[in-house]
């Protein structure tokens, strides 16, 4: 079945220093790839869709990749500050368009100042 | 004005009583989701629904019912509550089908004694 595997729960890094979350997904087909960020208090929010395996998308300094052959995709940022301390989230799209979105566990950023 | 509208924000039952939640958007998009969020969990997909009328099953759905009465409105029954049922719920709106982005309300937190 579809599945989206996120290992690291937290990420504890200062400020400037680079960021890097890996997900690894499981599907039929082509994925459609998402990275959700949730700030305390609130839903989450969209930060990128991947459509195309070794394609970038980028927003807000942050950029996703996934690569097809080894069923991987992350999420990397050059330089984090304190403000982008949250939840993040790899989401998978099923294939088919069945309207289901699976939610990896979360990897929790701590940006120390 | 908040495009996902959840209520009530807090809620705090007992064992075995009967709970509502509610959500209305105005986004008009056809899917409509309920998710509860744990931690160590992650957001775990209730029940869902892609028009007034239509439901489906999500991946936690026990002890939980849902109705979609009309293209804004999609409610989450919980007709004997327990204390595991206890979490934070979102409710979410997708435009476009597993390939679009999810809006979320900003949650209902649900405390059962």
């Known amino acids: 079945g579809n599945s989206v595997t996120q290992m690291q729960g937290q990420v504890t890094l200062s400020e400037e220093e680079f960021l890097f979350i890996n997900c690894t997904y499981s599907?039929?087909?082509?994925?459609?790839l998402f990275w959700y960020v949730q700030y305390p208090g609130e839903g989450p929010q969209l930060l990128l869709k991947?459509?195309?395996?070794?394609n970038k998308g980028s927003s807000r300094g942050f950029e996703a990749t996934y690569d097809k052959g080894t069923t991987s995709f992350h999420l990397q940022k050059a330089s984090v500050q304190e403000s982008d301390s949250a939840v993040y989230y790899c989401?998978?799209?099923?294939?088919?368009?069945?309207?289901?979105?699976?939610f990896g566990l979360g990897t929790t950023l701590q940006v120390q100042p | 004005e908040a495009a996902v509208t959840q209520s009530p924000r807090n809620k705090v039952t007992v064992t075995g009583g009967n709970v509502t939640l509610s959500c209305r958007q105005t986004?008009?998009?056809?899917?409509m989701y309920w998710y509860r969020q744990d931690t160590g969990h992650g957001l775990r997909l209730i029940h869902y629904?892609?028009?007034?009328?239509?439901?489906q099953i999500g991946d936690v759905p026990d002890g939980y019912k849902a109705t979609r009465t009309t293209q804004e409105d999609f409610f989450l029954l919980l007709e004997l509550a327990s204390p595991s049922q206890t979490s934070l719920y979102f409710c979410?709106?997708?435009?476009?089908?597993?390939?679009?982005?999810?809006?979320f309300g900003e949650g209902s937190k649900l405390t059962v004694l």
């Open positions: 989401v998978l799209g099923e294939a088919g368009n069945t309207g289901k979105l699976i």
């Open positions: 599907t039929t087909g082509y994925p459609t």
């Open positions: 991947v459509t195309t395996a070794n």
């Open positions: 986004n008009s998009h056809n899917y």
């Open positions: 629904s892609y028009g007034a009328g239509n439901l």
């Open positions: 979410a709106t997708l435009r476009g089908g597993s390939t679009g982005q999810l809006y």
